[in-house]
Nanobody, 125 residues
Framework: QVVLAESGGGLVQAGGSLRLSCAAS????????MGWFRQAPGKEREFVAG????????YYTDSVKGRFTISRDNAKNTVSLQMNSLKPEDTAVYYC??????????????????WGQGTQVIVSS
């Protein structure tokens, strides 16, 4: 069992930056593909970014490419999402997710076994 806890959300003006962190406990995440998803009010939860087990491969949804960076520290059992040049449309609850059953980053949320409680990000215009 992997327990995930996100932190770092908040209110920021458009153009600003936030860094989200995801701390894992219970088991090591070194053998898990990790992902960040987000859910805006009235919308489905969508994939934002993913990182392979070793950290060598990263994948982003088109709308955040060049602005967001996902990283992981397997020694510390953490995953981060650096978000720059934030836009109002980035407003959502952001969730960290983990999967031990895939070996490459996938965007479908059904592939992820473990989820955090989420952290709210609000970007004002």
């Amino acid at each position: 069992q992997v327990v995930l806890a996100e932190s770092g959300g908040g209110l920021v003006q458009a153009g600003g930056s936030l860094r989200l962190s995801c701390a894992a406990s219970g088991r090591t995440i070194s053998n898990h593909v990790m992902g960040w998803f987000r859910q805006a009010p009235g919308k489905e939860r969508e994939f934002v970014a993913g990182i392979s087990r070793s950290g060598s491969t990263r994948y982003y949804t088109d709308s955040v490419k060049g602005r967001f960076t996902i990283s992981r520290d397997n020694a510390k059992n953490t995953v981060s999402l650096q978000m720059n040049s934030l836009k109002p449309e980035d407003t959502a609850v952001y969730y960290c997710a983990a999967s031990a059953k895939i070996t490459a980053v996938v965007t479908g949320r059904g592939w992820y076994d473990y989820w955090g409680q989420g952290t709210q990000v609000i970007v004002s215009s």
